[in-house]
Every structure is written in structure tokens, then in C-alpha cells.
């Protein structure tokens, strides 16, 4: 996990802070997501708070690669 403040900049779309989540595999995600009591913890707590947007995506790296 690893949380952070979004710069300013157009490509951050309005949205002020990311968090990416990395799993194992998509069952340990949906565990995660669907079971895990601190999760269920934290999105009830989220859900009291004034959110102006939420986007969550999933995918699976096809590439990897750097300079």
C-alpha cells in the first residue's frame, strides 16, 4: 500500500490524494474488498466523510519495463 497527495496537475483530475494497493492475486483483492474486517472498518468510517469522488480500477500489468 502506498498513499500520497496528488500534484496539481490536469492529469490528477480533480482528485487530491491516490492510494495504490497491490495483491497477490485477484481472490486476495476481493477478500480484501468484500471480507477483511479492517477494510469493512474503513470504508464504513469513509462513508460519514465528505467525498466529492471516488475511482477505484483494477488491472493486471501486462508490461513491465524502465530506462
Given amino acids: 500500500m502506498a498513499v500520497g497527495a496528488c500534484e496539481p496537475d490536469q492529469r490528477s ?17 476481493r477478500y480484501y474488498d468484500d471480507v477483511c474486517p479492517a477494510h469493512q472498518a474503513l470504508k464504513a468510517a469513509a462513508r460519514g466523510l465528505e467525498v466529492n469522488g471516488l475511482m477505484t480500477i483494477y488491472f493486471k500489468e501486462l508490461l513491465t519495463g524502465g530506462i
Avoid at 15 to 29: C, H, I, P, Q, T
Fill in 13 to 29: 483530475q480533480g482528485f487530491d490524494f491516490a492510494a495504490r494497493f497491490e495483491f497477490a492475486s485477484l481472490e486476495d483483492m
